[in-house]
């Protein structure tokens, strides 16, 4: 089974939706929201400081990374309450929501993988 880094953790290929030589797009084991994605570098930034990078900007994995969250009117009651969830979720030993198993992940990545299909992308 092929899997990618992300920081301490692995990534099945099932769970990746768009993959090219400096980045990779994947499903969300515990979303904030429906549709969360996560896309990073194929490569560790080792040269960013704590402004830019790290625990210090609510990073938890050690791995520079963009989440994109869908939003849609009335999500939260408050348009900013989003970020205290977002907090919650970044509690290592969070419970609050249940992971989904690999097959709910590997339908959701295969839906957002035909948007960006093409012949040179290889995700096993």
Not at 87 to 95: A, G, H, M, R, Y
């Amino acid at each position: 089974m092929k899997t990618y880094t992300f920081g301490p953790h692995l990534i099945r290929a099932s769970q990746v939706f768009f993959l090219s030589k400096k980045c990779f797009g994947f499903v969300n084991l515990k979303p904030v929201a429906n549709g969360r994605i996560l896309l990073l570098t194929t490569f560790v930034y080792r040269d960013l400081n704590s402004d830019e990078d790290g625990p210090e900007a609510g990073q938890t994995v050690p791995h520079c990374h963009l989440h994109i969250i869908p939003r849609k009117v009335g999500d939260w009651a408050n348009n900013d309450d989003i970020y205290g969830e977002i907090d919650k979720s970044t509690k290592v030993d969070n419970e609050e929501r249940p992971p989904r198993s690999f097959e709910e992940m590997e339908k959701e990545a295969n839906f957002l993988r035909s948007f960006f299909q093409s012949d040179d992308m290889n995700y096993n």
